[in-house]
């Protein structure tokens, strides 16, 4: 049987980022072995008791159909945290809730791109959005990310590669996998790029709480933006409630009003008990949201610190998110064969940044989420194998 064009679009490299992650489960499962799985972004710590016990609760309340683009309430909520965080003004009419930020940009970008559209994405970038760009039609225009600038944006490089087709600049601060956190003035410089070529600005801030470096800058903080600037993020690295698939999209009603049509026809809204639980999230300063921060924090410098006494190897130490990039290019051998050879000999998993862009070859992507034995141990085993390779 034949499959739309669209099959094609959504199966791009950044989807077989996953490879070592999927092995690594067929290894542990299969063969029975204990691996490190150092691949994915989920937080390892539980969330806090008050969002799991009101969602629980009020699944008993009500399990009915929630509003399409999510409950008043959590709607009005998202909007007074996003006001209060960035002194913008931000109303329930700017919001919509999603399955999760993954969902968000997906629907985000239907509405704002399309075939013959041309999406600048700064790279290396998360691995799903080539195939979110690809959905849309519209044509990925990448802009490399260099590790010499720690991976911080050349608002020039960005200038060079905007076209009359521009029709969205998309970024991602703090970053993953590069765990860049943008300066504020950076912020406002690709926000003046996107007024001077009208152009929308789609801003990916799913590690939003776990900036160390410096503050985070949401790109609605900027002034004269919020008619052209659309915010994507979710409770699930903050929270560490990734299961919720509560996320949102705060941008100018009008898109709010055509995401009703998409999520009418898409979703036909979220599950109403977890916008209850997300409603005491986004409501409440709870204490495990700061120790989730500087769990992370702490963790992200004592492992960079371990990885550089791996020869050949250079770690960059995150300035925010959840993984440290490991720079293997020292070391003779490509980063998917490194990837390969330390899940087949040392029973640790780790992504290898290929597939998140150009300017992620030569790098591994190390997830934080174990907890600090297991940290230790990998960063070991890591460490152990790069030496195999020196003495090889
Ligand atoms: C940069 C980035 N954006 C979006 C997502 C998706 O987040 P969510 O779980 O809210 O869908 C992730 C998840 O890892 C991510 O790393």
Same mark, same amino acid.
């Given at each position: 049987m034949r499959y739309a064009p669209l099959v094609a679009r959504i199966a791009g490299s950044g989807a077989d980022v996953w490879k070592t992650h999927f092995r690594a489960a067929k290894l542990r499962h299969e063969e029975g072995r204990e691996i490190i799985d150092l691949t994915v972004?989920?937080?390892?710590?539980?969330?806090?008791?008050? &969002?799991?016990?009101?969602?629980?609760?009020?699944?008993?309340?009500?399990?009915?159909?929630?509003?399409?683009? $999510?409950?008043?309430?959590?709607?009005?909520?998202?909007?007074?945290?996003?006001?209060?965080?960035?002194?913008?003004?931000?109303?329930?009419?700017?919001?919509?809730?999603?399955?999760?930020?993954?969902?968000?940009?997906?629907?985000?970008?239907?509405?704002?791109?399309?075939?013959?559209?041309?999406? &600048?994405?700064?790279?290396?970038?998360?691995a799903t959005y080539e195939a979110v760009c690809g959905a849309t039609g519209a044509t990925m225009v990448q802009v490399p990310l260099l590790p010499e600038r720690g991976f911080h944006p050349d608002i020039d490089a960005i200038a060079r590669a905007i076209t009359p087709r521009t029709r969205v600049l998309w970024i991602n601060s703090p970053?993953?996998?590069? $765990?860049?956190?943008?300066?504020?003035?950076?912020?406002?410089? &690709?926000?003046?790029?996107?007024?001077?070529?009208?152009?929308?600005l789609l801003s990916d801030e799913v590690y939003e709480e776990l900036a160390y470096a410096r503050p985070h800058t949401s790109a609605w903080?900027?002034?004269?933006?919020?008619?052209?600037?659309?915010?994507?993020?979710?409770?699930?690295?903050?929270?560490?409630?990734?299961?919720?698939?509560?996320?949102? &999209?705060?941008?100018?009603?009008?898109?709010?009003?055509?995401l009703f049509y998409l999520l009418l026809c898409a979703q036909y809204g979220g599950a109403p008990f977890l916008q209850a639980g997300a409603l005491v999230a986004l409501t409440q300063d709870l204490p495990e949201v700061a120790a989730v921060r500087d769990t992370y924090r702490r963790r992200s410098v004592e492992f960079a610190d371990l990885l550089a006494r791996a020869p050949s190897c250079r770690p960059l130490r995150p300035e925010g998110g959840l993984f440290v990039m490991l720079d293997v290019r020292g070391t003779g051998i490509s980063a998917p064969v490194f990837a390969d050879q330390l899940l087949e000999r040392e029973n640790v998993a780790v992504l290898a940044c290929d597939g998140f862009g150009p300017g992620g070859v030569g790098h591994l992507r190390i997830s934080l989420t174990v907890d600090d034995a297991q940290l230790a141990e990998g960063g070991a085993r890591i460490v152990r194998f790069a030496e195999s390779l020196r003495s090889a």
């Open positions: 972004g989920s937080p390892d710590q539980p969330p806090a008791a008050a &969002i799991l016990d009101e969602a629980a609760a009020a699944m008993r309340r009500y399990s009915g159909y929630a509003a399409i683009l $999510g409950g008043f309430p959590v709607r009005r909520a998202v909007a007074a945290r996003m006001a209060k965080r960035t002194g913008m003004p931000c109303e329930m009419a700017n919001v919509a809730i999603v399955a999760g930020a993954q969902a968000g940009l997906y629907f985000a970008l239907q509405c704002l791109a399309g075939p013959g559209d041309e999406v &600048i994405v700064l790279e290396p970038m998360y970053s993953n996998p590069t $765990g860049a956190v943008f300066e504020r003035e950076e912020v406002a410089a &690709i926000a003046a790029l996107c007024q001077k070529h009208d152009l929308w903080s900027q002034p004269d933006m919020q008619g052209r600037t659309v915010v994507v993020s979710s409770l699930s690295k903050s929270h560490v409630v990734p299961g919720f698939r509560l996320g949102w &999209i705060v941008g100018p009603p009008p898109l709010v009003e055509h």
